[in-house]
Every structure is written in structure tokens, then in C-alpha cells.
């Protein structure tokens, strides 16, 4: 029966030649690997993020960014509130709501289109909703279209030259690319009046 003992064997004349940066590494492997959890980094990385996550989705479920409501005893609640004319609340409803992601995301992609290129109203809701484009609802396309503030004369205008740049064509066959349902869908008024700057 063999017992392990601690005492390191006689020493053969091949140990005489031990290289000490190696033991060193194999020393410091060997401490690393034993000393207990809570002295690793990967826990206290751990923990750390732990931590963050909690304090960032605790965070999130308090608003500490609006104004505390000043606490009042009900009879002056009840006075101020009857005392406040029915103009004061009307901007209430007036206001704006805001947008979706699904618009905000949409209204940015447009922006970007227009900026790339000349697109037509049509066009650019096609392209925002199409399946090969950016797959948008046609709703939030559509808001897109409606609100990125572009002057679709002017657009045309910038298709216009792009396709005679391209390509020479003819005042009629610009204005019938130009408002085609397979091409640009600009409306028959604005490809005129890009045939018109453009030639």
C-alpha cells in the first residue's frame, strides 16, 4: 500500500536542472487555483454587475425627473381646483402626443432617405413599409411620410436630373417616369414641374 507523502522524492540529478521561472509560474497556478471563492475576481465581477443591474432597475421604476406634487389639506385642493379657469386646462389637450418607437424609427429612416436621394411621398412610404425595404407599418410609414418635412417639388426636381444623369430622355418620358406607379409615384404635377427645372 502506497502513502502520499509530503516530503518531495530524493532528488535525481535531472531535478538538479529545475527552471525557477516555471516554478514560479507553477507556485503562483497553484495558489491561485486554491484560494477560496470569495477571493476570486470572476465573483466580485459577478456581484459587481449584480449590483448595477439592481440599482439600474430600480432606478428605472422611480422618476425622480418631474416635480413632487406639493401636498395640500383637502379644503385648499378643493378651492384651487375650482378656482382654475377652463382655458388652463385646454393646452392640455393640445398637445402633441408622442411619437412611437415604431415612428420614431420610421421618421429617422425617411430622413436618411430623403437625405440619399430623391424620393416622392409614395415612394418613400413604399419603401419604409415594403418588405424589401425597411418593413415599417404602413401606418408609421405613412407618419414618416407625413412629418420629415421634405418639399416634394424639390425632390422630384432631384430625381429628375439624377435620371438624366443616367440616362437622356426625353421632357415626356421624364415626366412619365417620374409619375409612373412602377417608378418615382410622383404626382403628375410635381413630375411636370421637375421636367420643367431639370430641362
Known amino acids: 500500500m502506497s502513502t502520499y507523502s509530503a516530503e518531495p522524492p530524493s532528488q535525481h540529478p535531472s531535478e538538479s536542472t529545475r ?5 514560479a509560474k507553477a507556485a503562483k497556478a497553484y495558489a491561485k487555483a486554491t484560494r477560496p471563492w470569495y477571493r476570486k475576481k470572476r465573483w466580485w ?6 449590483i448595477i443591474i439592481g440599482a439600474a ?12 406634487q406639493p401636498t395640500a389639506s383637502a379644503n385648499t385642493s378643493h378651492v384651487s381646483q375650482s378656482e382654475k379657469p377652463a382655458a388652463q386646462e385646454k393646452p392640455a389637450a393640445e398637445k402633441k402626443p408622442e411619437m412611437t418607437s415604431g415612428q420614431k424609427n420610421a421618421l ?9 436621394k430623391g424620393f416622392s411621398k409614395a415612394g418613400l412610404i413604399q419603401q419604409l413599409s415594403s418588405s424589401a425595404g425597411e418593413g415599417f407599418s404602413k401606418a ?11 418639399d ?8 429628375a436630373k439624377s435620371y438624366l444623369e443616367i440616362m437622356p430622355m426625353s421632357k415626356d418620358r421624364l415626366i412619365q ?12 404635377a410635381q413630375s411636370r414641374y421637375a421636367a ?4
Open 108 to 116: 429617422a429612416s425617411a430622413k436618411n432617405y430623403v437625405d440619399l
Open 57 to 68: 432597475s430600480s432606478g428605472a421604476g422611480s422618476d425622480n425627473s418631474k416635480p413632487n
Open 140 to 150: 408609421d410609414a405613412t407618419y414618416a411620410a407625413n412629418h420629415v418635412g421634405a
Open 19 to 23: 527552471n525557477p521561472k516555471a516554478e
Open 196 to 199: 420643367s427645372k431639370a430641362y
Open 152 to 159: 416634394w417639388n424639390k425632390e422630384a426636381v432631384e430625381s
Open 45 to 50: 465581477a459577478t456581484g459587481l454587475l449584480l
Open 177 to 188: 417616369q417620374l409619375s409612373s406607379s412602377a417608378g418615382d409615384k410622383y404626382t403628375d
